[in-house]
């Protein structure tokens, strides 16, 4: 008996639908955890690439000096002072004196613009406890404290965050809090807690300054793309410990973002993920996209029938979403705005496809060659034309 290449597809999407139940399961008993309080109240360093201005910046500054920690220092990296984010530090320091420092870029080693920041970053903090975070994201109050707790665990060598998202003005900003929300947070948490697989985002990582020398310190990284990956598989190769996923979410802040700027953001991940994860394991991650199979199975033999079920694998996924949403932000997202999720998702799809076949990204104003590991293997042309993009894009 031979089975229909549409049915299959939409059994493919019936068991994604499946899978991504389950990912919101994972995220909901991650989030109602209670959270560690911290023994002691050691200094921290917080370690701030800056690259352009990203919506909010001083907003998301602002988070950062509300902490509620009795000792840390915030240090904000600017490649070069013709930098557009350079003033608005300079401005950081001014207001926050003895919180906020301003750390020109001294020398560029590796091939990663972002990991030569933080080599200079880290050369320039005070303190034995580091935390990486994005230029674009907002924070709580007792952020430090929950990262101190993790650990103080010695057995922890990383702590990273969920993401949740805010702000979106534009379309495209939009799709990619959509996703945040809906696809990545989820698989991060689901990874974790079902699979005991460790996947760190550098929008917030944290690390003791001996762990990192342990593993060769930022210049382990400075020539991939994906350092914060790597980081994350290295502390139980290299360490023999393991990363911890912090119970409350970073909130990306993103407002103008277009929907090309969105299409070409997730182009870029998923030639970083495809060279990360390999092609075998990329390639079954399309089970996580119902709506793109099922539109496939409605397009290859279109009929009331084919159409329903894409409307109800659309209706289910619009669902699962918006629950994940309600969870990681308050409110979740409203009506008109999560009638979007399949576009995005079919969006995404696209992107999906172009990381199979591509070995370019641009990033950060250049065109580069990916290799295996997210090993950046060279430029492959100039600085591209236009402002600088922001560091977290």
């Known amino acids: 008996m031979t089975i229909s290449p549409t049915l299959l597809l939409f059994g493919a999407a019936a068991l994604g639908l499946a899978a991504v139940g389950l990912q919101l399961a994972s995220l909901r008993r991650h989030l109602r955890a209670p959270v560690k309080a911290p023994r002691a109240s050691p200094p921290v360093s917080i370690l701030k690439p800056l ?6 910046l001083e907003e998301n500054l602002a988070t950062f000096a509300a902490l509620a920690w009795p000792d840390f220092e915030v240090l904000l990296g600017v490649r070069s002072p013709r930098d557009a984010a350079y003033p608005l530090a300079r401005a950081a320091a001014r207001r926050w004196p003895g919180r906020f420092r301003v750390v020109l870029q001294r020398g560029a080693p590796g091939l990663n613009p972002k990991v030569n920041q933080l080599l200079t970053l880290a050369r320039a903090a005070r303190h034995d406890l580091l935390v990486v975070s994005d230029s674009n994201v907002r924070v709580g109050p007792g952020y430090l404290a929950e990262i101190v707790a993790l650990l103080e665990d010695e057995q922890v060598g990383l702590v990273t965050h969920p993401i949740s998202a805010e702000g979106e003005a534009r379309v495209g900003s ?3 809090h959509l996703h945040l929300t809906g696809s990545v947070t989820p698989g991060i948490v689901a990874a974790k807690r079902l699979l005991g697989r460790d996947i760190v985002v550098g ?17 382990a990284v400075q020539d991939v ?15 023999g410990k393991r990363v911890a996923v912090a119970r409350t979410p970073v909130r990306n802040v993103s407002e103008r973002r277009s929907l090309r700027e969105f299409s070409a953001r997730y182009r870029r991940w998923a030639v970083i ?10 390639a079954g991650m399309a089970l996580l996209n119902p709506v793109l199979l099922a539109t496939a199975g409605a397009a290859l033999a279109p009929s009331p029938a084919t159409l329903a079920a894409l409307g109800a694998t659309c209706g289910a996924k619009i669902a699962l979403d918006a629950s994940s949403a309600r969870l990681l932000r308050p409110g979740g997202f409203r009506a008109r705005q999560l009638a979007l999720v399949p576009v995005k998702d079919l969006v995404f799809g696209t992107s999906w496809a172009w990381g199979l076949v591509r070995r370019t990204v641009a990033w950060r ?3 580069i060659v990916v290799g295996a590991g997210t090993r950046i293997e060279a430029p492959a042309h100039a600085a591209l034309p236009g402002p600088a993009i922001s560091s977290a894009a």
């Open 51 to 56: 690259c352009g201005l990203d919506d909010g």
């Open 365 to 367: 104003g250049t065109r």
């Open 273 to 282: 993920q495809r060279h990360a994860a390999g092609r075998l394991p990329y």
């Open 174 to 176: 939009l799709m990619d």
């Open 203 to 219: 929008k917030s990582m944290a690390l003791r300054r001996r762990d990192l020398s342990a593993m060769g310190g930022f210049e």
């Open 225 to 239: 793309l994906a350092e914060d990956y790597v980081m994350g598989r290295m502390i139980s190769s290299v360490l």
